[in-house]
């Protein structure tokens, strides 16, 4: 579904990706690890088009994805999560997961300006849809609610529910499960395995818990100062050294 090759992102005098490359499988989930700087949130950045490449190919179900412009990126079947929560905070939870559903508006400026029919029709259409993923994420409840006051826990799911209601294929998690308690790392990994399933969904996800890692991808990549520096199965990748000298650094 994905092939990154040669993935290079310069900032200035930073070279925030080196040369990356690697492959997902459709259906699969690949853990994309690595300590702060490594440049994992880079690699999303430049898998939604945010940044632009300085060299290397990505392609993404058999198209050149960095030809794509950013905008396309959600019909294309790519949506992502935010680390810091993407969500608008005075919104009501439906509506902010409407703002994902809506990618799959088809009414013009001028339907949607004179609210006629064909726009209503379509409104209630996707009205539905978001209320399906509220439902199946159990946020029912909360659906009027605005974002702001809800509890961290729920808002990270409200954010996944967001980019679950732009229907994608490849789905781009980042750090989901950042700042959850044990109990709620527990039910975002059993929701999601449910959710990859019914779905079919493909998954990469940056995240720094790594018992979630273990627990829910199938694949870990690796990266170090922008280098992919090991790949494998999760338990491999955990014990590799050079994975483990990263993340604690040599002895002193
Ligand atoms: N827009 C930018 N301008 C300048 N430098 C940037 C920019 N975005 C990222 N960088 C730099 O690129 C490198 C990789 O950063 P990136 O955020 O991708 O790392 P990360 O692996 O996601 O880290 P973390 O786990 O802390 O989120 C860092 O040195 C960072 O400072």
């Known amino acids: 579904m994905l092939e990154v090759h040669d993935l290079t992102v310069r900032f200035g005098g930073i070279t925030a990706l080196d040369g990356v490359g690697f492959t997902v499988a459709q259906g699969e989930m690949v853990g994309l690890i690595g300590p702060n700087g490594a440049g994992k949130t880079t690699l999303f950045n430049c898998l939604t088009r945010r940044y632009d490449a300085d060299a290397g190919s990505v392609a993404y179900e058999g198209r050149n994805l960095l030809a794509a412009p950013p905008h396309a990126i959600t019909r294309l079947g790519i949506a992502r999560t935010f680390q810091n929560l993407g969500l608008f905070s005075r919104m009501s939870v439906r509506d902010n997961v409407l703002v994902g559903a809506h990618t799959h508006g088809r009414a013009g400026f001028w339907s949607a300006a004179l609210w006629l029919p064909v726009l209503r029709g379509e409104e209630a ?128």
């Open 125 to 252: 259409g996707l009205r539905r849809a978001a209320d399906e993923v509220l439902e199946r994420l159990g946020l029912t409840a909360v659906a009027d609610h605005p974002a702001a006051g809800l509890p961290f826990g729920t808002l990270k799911r409200v954010e996944l529910a967001r980019a679950l209601a732009a229907r994608p294929r490849l789905l781009l998690l980042d750090e989901p499960v950042n700042g959850l308690n044990q109990a709620e790392v527990a039910e975002f990994a059993a929701t999601l395995r449910a959710i990859r399933a019914d779905l079919d969904l493909t998954v990469i996800v940056v995240e720094h818990h790594m018992g979630f890692v273990m627990g829910t991808c199938d694949r870990v990549v690796c990266l170090d100062f922008g280098r992919k520096i090991a790949e494998g199965p999760p338990e491999e990748v955990q014990r590799d050294p050079a994975v483990i000298e990263a993340y604690l650094g040599t002895p002193a």
